[in-house]
């Protein structure tokens, strides 16, 4: 079977920021393959998987296989009392990670969600609320840049003022749908999200972070569902256009139409204009010439290049989390651009047009 985005799970060099067992941390919720790479990221920064705990004893058992020696939980209670723990990881049905993570903070512990970190813009008054109150962290796995060498390295040559400021990005985020190998879930829209608040987060979180925009207006935005008709939730397509309070711009299309042959789960490609430079990332294929990830293409005023960057630049969020979860910091992400971009993603959708008429009221994320 062709790979799904929903197995991305990168394996890295392990860079560890800690000594074993100075942080302990446990995973509930096995309903995204994205939990795998969310503990990769964690173990490899030095972190301790303590505790697993889904409801499906055949989630966990295949879990466990990869992590041998950790503890299998009779409940997500049984999680929420080990002191020991300090933060837990959850890839749950997408509108039921912020009731968990909710849990988890008010039992003292952080909490590192897969994206869409939550589905509706009630959820995110109700999780910025707890942490107000519990003080404890709610932070996303935005995969696409977090997990990606290219994207991390883009973010460096940004930050080193490489192409100069930043006024433009372009996101390009296809998936293999897989539909058979799907769960229900995948199909309910109040269940996912809709398209533009679940993959099309990883491209709004981009957008902010590569433009240093904080906050940002929803200019346009459509769906539509193409070509399954037998799944009338899904939105297979969606694109959105965003304008920065900074002034910056950005366009993204999200899609499940990767097809077979390409050799893996899609084409992801970021585009980044600057004032003196532009920046073109092809994160998992060069199509037709090269497999596997890390190409980045840049040009400015005094040069153009290809570098490789697969194996050399690494993901250095995991251990700053980690610090930042130990230290009270705010180095690995700020809650606040976490919580920006899930706004967004949500907002997106809500105002999202079917490209073959007005979206109606019962087909929006409320």
């Not at 990168?10 to 560890?16: D, E, I």
């Not at 942080?23 to 795998?36: P, Q, R, S």
């Not at 109150?133 to 995969?143: A, D, F, L, P, R």
């Not at 940004?158 to 879930?185: D, F, L, Y």
Request: aromatic content about 10%; hydrophobic content about 35%; some cysteine.
């Amino acid at each position: 079977m062709p790979e799904s985005g929903m197995n991305y799970a990168p394996k890295g060099k392990p860079m560890p920021v800690v000594k074993p067992g100075e942080f302990v941390f446990a995973a509930i919720g096995l309903d995204h393959g994205h939990i795998m790479g969310q503990c990769n990221g964690l173990t490899e920064a030095g972190g301790v998987l303590k505790w697993v705990y889904d409801p499906d004893p055949v989630k966990v058992e295949n879990f466990v296989k990869n992590y041998p020696g950790i503890k299998i939980a009779r409940s997500e209670d049984e999680i929420l009392a080990d002191k020991e723990i300090a933060l837990v990881a959850s890839a749950n049905i997408a509108s039921m990670r912020c009731p968990l993570g909710i849990r988890v903070m008010k039992a003292g512990k952080d909490y590192f969600t897969d994206k869409a970190p939550l589905t509706t813009l009630k959820q995110l008054e109700d999780a910025k609320k707890a942490v107000r109150e519990t003080g404890q962290k709610y932070m996303v796995y935005y995969s696409e840049r977090l997990h990606v060498e290219s994207a991390v390295y883009a973010g460096q040559l940004i930050k080193e003022g490489a192409i100069g400021k930043v006024i433009q990005t372009i996101g390009m985020g296809p998936h293999r749908a897989n539909p058979k190998s799907r769960p229900s879930w995948f199909f309910n829209r109040e269940e996912y999200g809709g398209i533009l608040c679940d993959i099309g987060s990883h491209q709004i979180e981009q957008f902010l972070f590569y433009t240093g925009a904080t906050d940002a207006e929803i200019v346009a935005a459509q769906i539509e569902n193409y070509s399954n008709p037998s799944y009338p939730g899904l939105d297979d397509f969606g694109d959105c256009t965003l304008k920065g309070n900074n002034g910056a711009t950005g366009y993204f299309r999200v899609d499940w139409f990767t097809p077979d042959g390409l050799s893996t789960w899609g084409d992801g490609r970021t585009f980044i204009l600057g004032t003196d430079g532009y920046i073109e990332l092809r994160k998992y294929v060069d199509v037709g010439r090269a497999k596997g990830g890390g190409h980045v293409f840049i040009a400015n005023n005094k040069t153009e290049e290809y570098i490789n960057v697969e194996g050399k630049v690494g993901h250095p969020y995991f251990g700053e989390l980690i610090l930042d979860c130990l230290n009270r910091t705010e180095k690995a992400m700020t809650q606040e651009h976490a919580f920006k971009a899930a706004e967004l993603c949500v907002k997106a959708q809500r105002i999202a047009e079917k490209v073959k008429g007005i979206t109606r009221e019962d087909d929006q994320v409320q």
